[in-house]
């Protein structure tokens, strides 16, 4: 590469080369401690930053597959908006989630108990049923037309999941609720 290598390239690269001598790792018990030079530091790591920009423009330029990732959101990464944007209809892919916030799937995991309190699993799993019971509270779809509007493969499906995840089936629940609004 040092051959078809921009001349900016290279001589940033000669020049970082001659900023030694490089200190050892480990000093001698007896030394005295080194004391920093922090402009040789700054300016050292100015120059990194400079070759790797040139470096990295390089490789784009040949074709290299190397496309930088833009940065993410300080904070949470866009792991919210993610979670938030996430289609209800399809199913919750955790890894095809990380991938487009930049982070492996257990950062993905821990970034997201941090800021929505839970896993991305159980976060969107709860979207889901909140879904669910504002659309069978609202009484003007049946059942099946709101399992098929979130995505559910069969009614019974989604009456197996509403008894898992809300105690009681479609059924039981709206007419529980719709007796107690007539109650009230």
Do not use: I
């Not at 074709?63 to 199913?91: A, I, K, Q, T």
């Not at 197996?160 to 109650?183: C, N, Q």
């Amino acid at each position: 590469m040092a051959e078809t290598a921009a001349p900016a390239l290279t001589r940033r690269g000669r020049l970082l080369c001659r900023l030694g001598p490089w200190t050892e790792l480990e000093p001698e018990a007896d030394d005295p401690p080194a004391e920093t030079d922090w402009r040789g530091f700054c300016r050292v790591e100015a120059l990194f930053a400079e070759w790797l920009g040139d470096y990295l423009a390089q490789l784009s330029a040949r074709g290299h597959p190397f496309s930088p990732r833009p940065m993410p959101e300080v904070g949470d990464h866009g792991v919210r908006d993610r979670l938030l944007r996430h289609d209800l209809v399809r199913p919750f892919r955790g890894r095809e989630a990380a991938r487009e916030c930049g982070l492996s799937v257990a950062q993905f995991n821990r970034v997201a108990v941090r800021t929505v309190g839970m896993t991305p699993k159980n976060f969107v799993e709860g979207r889901r049923k909140a879904a669910a019971l504002d659309l069978l509270l609202r009484g003007d779809l049946q059942a099946k037309e709101v399992a098929f509007r979130l995505g559910f493969s069969s009614p019974q499906h989604f009456s197996r999941w509403m008894a898992r995840v809300a105690g009681k089936p479609p059924s039981r629940f709206r007419a529980e609720h719709a007796a107690a609004a007539r109650t009230t």
